[in-house]
């Protein structure tokens, strides 16, 4: 079955450190990847995705993510690990072109 | 302001007792999504509907019912609630399958 993993349930980093939120995906032909990230009691926000082309996405909030077929990862980093990026993150693929199916999820903390 | 309404946001209700959980976009979104999330499961589809008239089950549809009358309006039923169906909901739209979608701020149910 096609799927993403999330192999970590939590990433601590202090701030001003570059963070990574690791993603591998099995997913048969080319795989269409997204990141989510849900704060405490909200919905889900779009971060960024990857559909073709360049291997480094750029999203919202100075995230990006590379696409790695060889490793078949596509991890979200940032340079710089603000207190307020500290949620849940989701990584997620389209299936058969109609539904996004999501990993389990990996929370992140910043501590100051 | 482009948005996805859900509601109510919270509910508790007995176990046999028949809901509605609403949902609304103003987006003028082709594609709309039922999901629901819990710990240590990440999110899983429900249902999902490509265009008015057009439903189709998740990976979790059972229990649940769904209508697209409208292109705005994409309701969550539950006929016959059951506390395994305790969870947070969230409804989500987008334009197109390659977009990121836009999801609702959560509906916590709790059913007794």
């Known amino acids: 079955a096609q799927s993403v993993a999330q192999p970590e349930d939590q990433v601590n980093v202090a701030e001003g450190n570059p963070l990574t939120v690791k993603c591998t995906y099995s997913?048969?032909?080319?795989?269409?990847l997204f990141w989510y990230v849900q704060y405490p009691n909200r919905g889900l926000q779009f971060l960024l995705k990857?559909?073709?082309?360049?291997?480094l996405v750029k999203g919202s909030y100075g995230f990006e993510a590379e696409f790695n077929k060889s490793q078949t990862s596509f991890h979200l980093k940032k340079p710089s690990a603000l207190v307020s990026d500290s949620a849940l993150y989701f990584c997620?693929?389209?299936?058969?072109?109609?539904?996004?199916?999501f990993g389990k999820g990996t929370t992140l903390s910043v501590s100051s | 302001e482009a948005q996805v309404t859900q509601n109510p946001r919270y509910l508790i209700t007995v176990t046999g007792k028949k809901l509605t959980v609403t949902c609304s976009q103003n987006?003028?979104?082709?594609?709309m999504s039922w999901y629901r999330q819990d710990p240590g499961l990440g999110l899983r589809q429900i249902y999902y509907?490509?265009?008015?008239?057009?439903?189709d089950k998740g990976d979790v549809p059972e229990g649940y019912k769904v209508s697209r009358k409208e292109k705005r309006n994409f309701p969550l039923i539950l006929e016959s609630p059951s506390p395994n169906q305790t969870s947070l909901y969230f409804c989500?739209?987008?334009?197109?399958?390659?977009?990121?979608?836009?999801f609702g701020s959560g509906t916590r149910l709790t059913v007794v």
């Open positions: 509907s490509m265009n008015v008239e057009v439903t």
């Open positions: 997620a693929f389209l299936q058969a072109g109609t539904a996004l199916i």
């Open positions: 990857y559909i073709t082309g360049d291997n």
């Open positions: 987006m003028n979104h082709e594609y």
């Open positions: 997913v048969s032909g080319n795989p269409y």
């Open positions: 989500a739209s987008s334009p197109g399958s390659l977009w990121g979608y836009t």
